[in-house]
């Protein structure tokens, strides 16, 4: 019987995996993603390369996590999105560690706050917590119980009042 080796490396994203990225994202999330209220702030700016990564099986793409620059009400924080792993690598935690691994670079790039809209069962256990109920206006319709984030400064909470747009 053969066994099966995955080799998955996680790496900074770079120009290279702009294609690849566009395909596992309209893979997971159709063409409905681009009316979404977090593409819309993501459409306003460029999303921080340094601070987004993709993790790669044997060489191939099939995970990715963007990280683009955001005004929070006064937080100078990160909007984390899209999260997005291949179906065939689903389940494996792939995507945990990718939140994990950006997480850690915005706070160590001095990072405020990493916000997202998303899963409160999935998020919370890695380190989100809610954001005050209507606290951020968002360039469309979102659900405020999905609003999320993991704070890295002191008095971040009261300070996400406001509207959330890019940060150049």
């Known amino acids: 019987m053969q ?3 995955h080799d998955l490396v996680y790496l900074t994203e770079d120009a290279s995996h702009d294609a690849v990225i566009e395909l596992i ?3 997971a999330f159709g063409p409905g993603r681009f009316a979404k209220a977090a593409a819309r702030i993501r459409e306003q700016g460029p999303h921080d390369r340094s601070l987004s990564f993709v993790c790669a099986d044997d060489g191939e793409t099939i995970a990715s996590v963007r990280m683009t620059p955001v005004h929070a009400g006064e937080v100078k924080g990160h ?5 997005a792993v291949r179906p065939s690598h689903k389940n494996r935690g792939i995507g945990r560690e990718l939140v994990r691994i950006a997480v850690e670079a915005a706070r160590r790039h001095g990072s405020e706050a990493v916000i997202l809209v998303g899963d409160p069962p999935y998020y919370m256990p890695l380190g989100f917590e ?3 109920y209507d606290a951020l206006k968002f360039p ?3 659900d405020p119980g999905r609003v999320l ?19 150049g």
């Open 25 to 27: 994202n309209a893979e």
């Open 149 to 167: 984030v993991v704070p890295m400064a002191e008095g971040v909470h009261p300070r996400l009042k406001g509207t959330i747009g890019w940060r």
């Open 140 to 142: 469309g319709p979102v």
């Open 79 to 83: 909007l984390l999105g899209p999260l």
């Open 130 to 132: 809610r954001v005050s």
């Open 3 to 5: 066994m099966l080796k």
